[in-house]
């Protein structure tokens, strides 16, 4: 398996523009999982879905951000307008839920995507 | 409300020798699951091991062990025969709904 895919690597953008972060999860896995990671605030659990809806949104931290997942094989982390505090590592990972055997119930890491808003 | 701890933000161990990373967590969730992940320098996040809480023999894999004491609410990570490679963040996280971090250890192996 190709693991979860993040794109961009790495983003470099201007106060003010449109950043868009793009997941694929694992092929068959349910949920999904999108986190920041900041050296003051550690790794922060930003919003969840499970069979491509949103399950849990409180840790967006504002409006300016928002979260989709059109389909069980992509989503979106999208700010608009960005800010400098923004500048973080953001996580995509994914997991496949089984009663049976909760070592499968482990959520994999993508590589992320680490975003410096100027 | 759940909660991780990770007392250790820094840790040495000689390459060859083992090392044991703390972590404690509370909840009063009965069912929960306990993870550790590997943060290398070049950022991705690594699952290493897996405890459940009804689990009754402590989780091990490769050179991986969690050390899980359940009335003292710890999960710790002993890693044996320590490699250069190991040097590295580590993250104690734990699972009843949703994934929760602690602040991680920072490991390094020396030769």
């Known amino acids: 398996d190709a693991g979860v895919i993040q794109s961009p690597r790495h983003e470099v953008t201007e106060m003010g523009q449109e950043v868009t972060l793009r997941c694929k999860p694992i092929s068959g896995h349910d949920y999904l999982f999108w986190y920041r990671q900041t050296m003051m605030r550690g790794l922060e659990l930003l919003i969840y879905?499970?069979?491509?809806?949103?399950?849990?949104d409180s840790g967006m931290p504002e409006d300016r951000f928002s979260a989709k997942m059109p389909n069980a094989s992509f989503s979106t982390l999208k700010i608009q307008p960005s800010e400098p505090r923004d500048s973080a590592v953001y996580f995509c990972a994914s997991r496949k839920f089984s009663f049976r055997d909760r070592g499968l119930d482990t959520q994999y890491f993508g590589p992320g995507t680490r975003l410096t808003v100027l | 409300a759940q909660k991780i701890t990770q007392t250790q933000p820094g840790m040495f161990v000689q390459e060859k020798e083992a090392v044991t990373l703390d972590c404690t967590y509370d909840t009063s969730d009965p069912s929960y699951g306990l993870f550790w992940y590997k943060q290398p320098s070049s950022g991705e996040m690594i699952f290493l091991i897996y405890q459940g809480s009804y689990d009754q023999q402590n989780a091990t894999e490769g050179r991986y062990s969690l050390n899980f004491q359940k009335a003292r609410k710890s999960a710790n990570l002993v890693i044996s025969a320590s490699q250069l490679g190991d040097s590295a963040m580590y993250f104690c996280a734990m699972r009843g709904g949703k994934l929760i971090f602690g602040q991680g250890t920072e490991l390094s192996v020396k030769p």
């Open positions: 879905f499970n069979n491509n809806v949103p399950i849990d």
